[in-house]
C-alpha cells in the first residue's frame, strides 16, 4: 500500500485549500484514511477520518464546520477540503490508511500501518 499526500501550500487567514490523498495497495473499500497533523514543537494530532467503504466521516473539534473530507473511489483519493483556514492550522499534515480501523479509534495514530508523505500547510499574511 501506497498513500501520496498532495495540495499543501501557503495561504492567508481566511483562505482555503484542498488536500488530496491518492491511495494505491487496497484490493477493496474496506479501509479508513485520515489526516493527521504536526505543528512544530507540538504533538501529532488527528485532523479528520473517513471510512472509504461507506463514507462515515470524523472530525475532531478544532475543524468541525470548518474542514470536509471526502472520497472519490473510482481514483481511490481522499479529499480534505479546509476553509476559514487560520495559523492555528499550520503544521504538517499527513494521511494514513489502514484496515480494521474501529470508529472510536480513528484519532489514534498507533493503529494505522500505512502513512503518506507529509504536505506543508502554512496560514500566513
Known amino acids: 500500500v501506497q498513500l501520496q499526500a498532495s495540495g499543501g501550500g501557503l495561504v492567508q487567514p481566511g483562505g482555503s485549500l484542498r488536500l488530496s490523498c491518492s491511495a494505491s495497495?487496497?484490493?477493496?473499500?474496506?479501509?479508513?484514511v485520515a489526516w493527521f497533523r504536526q505543528a512544530p514543537e507540538k504533538e501529532r494530532e488527528a485532523v479528520s477520518g473517513?471510512?472509504?467503504?461507506?463514507?462515515?466521516?470524523y472530525y475532531t473539534d478544532s475543524v468541525k464546520g470548518r474542514f470536509t473530507i471526502s472520497t472519490d473511489n473510482a481514483k481511490n483519493t481522499v479529499y480534505l477540503q479546509m476553509n476559514s483556514l487560520g495559523p492555528e492550522d499550520t503544521a504538517v499534515y499527513y494521511c494514513?490508511?489502514?484496515?480494521?480501523?474501529?470508529?472510536?479509534?480513528?484519532?489514534?495514530?498507533?493503529?494505522?500501518?500505512?502513512w503518506g508523505q507529509g504536505t506543508q500547510v502554512t496560514v500566513s499574511s
Open positions: 495497495g487496497f484490493t477493496d473499500a474496506d479501509y479508513t
Open positions: 473517513i471510512r472509504v467503504r461507506d463514507g462515515v466521516t
Open positions: 494514513a490508511a489502514d484496515r480494521g480501523i474501529w470508529s472510536t479509534s480513528w484519532h489514534l495514530g498507533i493503529f494505522y500501518n500505512y
